[in-house]
Nanobody, 123 residues
Framework: QVQLVESGGGLVQAGGSLRLSCAAS????????MGWFRQAPGKEREFVAL????????YYSDSVKGRFTISRDNAKNTVYLQMNSLKPEDTAVYYC????????????????WGQGTQVTVSS
């Protein structure tokens, strides 16, 4: 069992930055691929970024590539999402998720989810 708690969301102006954190409980955190997803009002959940268990490979959606960076610290059981050059269209609730058995961009393939943190980007 893995419990995930996101933090770091807030209100920021366009062009600004935020860093989201996702703290995980459980001794097997380092064996999970970790993903960030987001859901804006009236829209479906979408993939943002993922990082494999070792941190050696990362993947991003085209909409955030070059602006967002996912990283993890397995010693601290934490995954991060550094978000730079934020745009109003990045406004959403951001969720972290954990998946055993390899990485995947489909959120339905993830085993555990956090409660989400709101990110609002004003123009």
């Amino acid at each position: 069992q893995v419990q995930l708690v996101e933090s770091g969301g807030g209100l920021v102006q366009a062009g600004g930055s935020l860093r989201l954190s996702c703290a995980a409980s459980g001794r097997t955190f380092s064996s999970y691929a970790m993903g960030w997803f987001r859901q804006a009002p009236g829209k479906e959940r979408e993939f943002v970024a993922l990082i494999i268990w070792s941190g050696s490979s990362t993947y991003y959606s085209d909409s955030v590539k070059g602006r967002f960076t996912i990283s993890r610290d397995n010693a601290k059981n934490t995954v991060y999402l550094q978000m730079n050059s934020l745009k109003p269209e990045d406004t959403a609730v951001y969720y972290c998720a954990a998946r055993s058995g390899g990485y995947h961009k489909n959120g339905d393939e993830y085993d555990y989810w956090g409660q989400g943190t709101q990110v609002t980007v004003s123009s």
